[in-house]
């Protein structure tokens, strides 16, 4: 599950940046994500497409698996990174195609 991956992620520099966590638990995730101007499944299309955009590889995945969890399919995620191509450039489509090839096969 997304969050499981997202917390994973977390746990595995808590102790290096504690409050950047800590910040990113309760702003980010908690009062960021919990908004009511736009649902989860929004929210997913829009950072899965600014990470492709931005080059954010590594945390690409816990995205995805988390835009998944939110109703974005996969076939919408296919379209994001083909139209992605045109307006972020053929190599971070061309990596996201990779990263999410990666996701789909593990779900």
Known sequence: MAQS???ASREAVRDV???LINYSE???FGEVWERPGLK???R???VVATLIALGRERQLPGH???ALDNG???QE???IITHLAFYAGWPAAMTAAQIAKDVFATR
């Open 40 to 42: 989860k499944r929004d």
């Open 17 to 19: 940046v504690p409050d």
């Open 26 to 28: 309760k702003w980010l």
């Open 5 to 7: 991956q997202a917390n």
């Open 44 to 46: 997913s299309l829009i």
């Open 77 to 79: 995620i296919s379209e």
């Open 64 to 66: 995805l698996n988390r």
């Open 72 to 74: 974005v399919t996969k």
